[in-house]
Structure formats: C-alpha cells, structure tokens
C-alpha cells in the first residue's frame, strides 16, 4: 500500500512542475485588472434583489401590465361605452350671399342627433407618484338630423358623422376616511375631433370640427370602495383554556392605495375581533 502511495506522489509532483502556475505577486495584479468588472457585477446583482415592503398587515404590488391586459380585454368586448348627443343649434353653419344685388343667407342648424363611442384603447403609460397616466383612444359613428335653406330653399338631411378622441389622461388616487380610493382626472383639455359631409340640395360641405373640452366636463371623479368587506368572519378558533369554540372576525381598516415605479401598491391592516 506504502508503495503505490509513494508512486502516485511522484506522479503528482512530476506533473506539478509541467503545469505553468502563476506567481503570488502575478495572481494578485490579475485580481485588480478584473476587480472593477467584478464590483460592477456584485453591484448589479445587489440591485435585482428583492425588497419586502413593510409598514402594514397585508400588502399587494401589482405591475401596470397586469391593468392593460384587463382593460384591453374590456374595451375589445363592448362595443357602446359612451353615448354623445347632439342638442338643437340653429345656424350651426352660415354663410351669406350676394347675387345680382340680391342678400340671401345660406344656413344649417342642427336639430338632434346621436354617436355611438366604442373604447378602443386604455393603456396605462405610467403609474407614479400617485398617479396613473393612460394613452386613450375613442371612435365611433353615428348620424344627425340637420335642416337649413340653401338659396332661398329649406330642406333637411341626415349626415353620418365620426368621431374620434386620442388623448393622455392624467388620474390623480387619492384616499379618503372612509377607506374609499377616488380617481380623478387632472385639469387637462380633450379634443373631441368630429368630421362629417354635409349634402343639402345642391349644396355639399365636407365638415370637421375640434370641439375642445375639460376632462371635468366629461370625466366625473369614480369613488372605489378599498375595503370589500369589513366583517370576515373565521372559523372557530378552540380557546386554550376552556376547550371551547371561539368565533372571530376579520376586520380590515386603514386602506390605502399608491402608485410608484409602474406599480400599484394595496396596503391594509387587519384586526381580529371576538364576536
């Protein structure tokens, strides 16, 4: 046994000597040349780790993507989100007119009329600072009945009209005492592009108009409840002591909800209460 021991140490030794093994003072200069791209990879992976939020009982982060894909998939299945009527406006459109010494007015008013809005996009573009900023895109059709005279001539028609909206929305979240989340639009104007041909007699006029609006005007504040239901109640619990059933509920309380770095944060507390 002594033997072999004493062969496979000269092996080793032998093969010791063929191997090019840097020096200490080489193996420490090739430690600074790579000393920089290791400190930025330790600092990389420093960064990707993973915090747990604490402060409160239960919290829930949810990234935008998740919200685009519920609202894409709500905004592809209705097809009638919004309904824009049209009120009387008389002279809607005129003009006046001079031939052979002769004054007349050419005129269109807008009786009544109907467009049908279908969501076609609602996109969150940014969730931050207590905020949520939305791409929105809004088209529909529909038609109006107009009458007007036209040299000297009344007559009525009912055009087709489009209608688009292609905004950024800003939302402001805020909380209230009554764990309500409310969101509401910032001040902004929304342009609500509408574009239709007029054909009155012999008279055509291919229409479009901006009609400019504040997100006030068309977007009321939405008042959600952040606390569901405030009374869960659990199973039994045995009591240590006496061995009996005991019924607690599950009271939620001091809701809040923000918006940071592309995410929406759901923060609450919970309380157990002896029924």
């Avoid at 006046?96 to 007349?104: E, M």
């Avoid at 109907?114 to 088209?139: G, H, M, R």
């Avoid at 952040?226 to 019924?247: A, V």
């Amino acid at each position: 046994m002594r033997a072999i021991f004493i062969i496979v140490s000269v092996i080793f030794v032998i093969s010791c000597k063929t191997m090019d093994i840097p020096t200490i003072e080489q193996s420490e200069k090739q430690i600074q040349q790579y000393k920089t791209s290791i400190e930025r990879a330790e600092k990389a992976i420093i960064s990707q780790e993973y915090t747990i939020p604490k402060g409160n009982d239960l919290i829930i982060q949810m990234h935008q993507s998740i919200f685009n894909k519920i609202f894409s998939k709500l905004s592809s299945e209705k097809k009638d989100d919004i309904y824009i009527y049209f009120e009387n406006s008389p002279d809607f459109i005129s003009e006046n007119k001079n031939v052979v010494g002769i004054n007349y007015k050419n005129s269109i008013s807008i009786d009544t009329g109907n467009v049908i809005l279908d969501l076609k996009k609602f996109n969150f573009t940014a969730l931050k600072d207590n905020s949520i900023e939305s791409d929105i895109s809004i088209y529909g059709k529909g038609n109006i009945s107009i009458s007007g005279t036209h040299t000297g001539l009344k007559a009525r028609a009912t055009p087709d009209v489009e209608i688009m909206i292609d905004e950024n929305i800003v939302f402001q979240i805020l909380t209230d005492l009554k764990n309500q989340l409310i969101i509401k639009p910032k001040p902004q104007n929304i342009i609500l592009k509408a574009k239709f041909t007029i054909n009155l007699l012999t008279w055509k006029i291919p229409y479009s108009h901006n009609f400019q609006f504040k997100t006030s005007e068309i977007i009321k504040p939405i008042a959600i409840p952040l606390i569901f239901d405030t009374n869960i109640e659990l199973p039994p619990i045995t009591n240590t002591k006496n061995g009996l059933p005991e019924k607690y509920n599950l009271i939620l309380h001091n809701a809040k909800l923000s918006s940071f770095g592309n995410k929406l944060e759901y923060r609450v507390d919970i309380n157990l209460k002896k029924k």
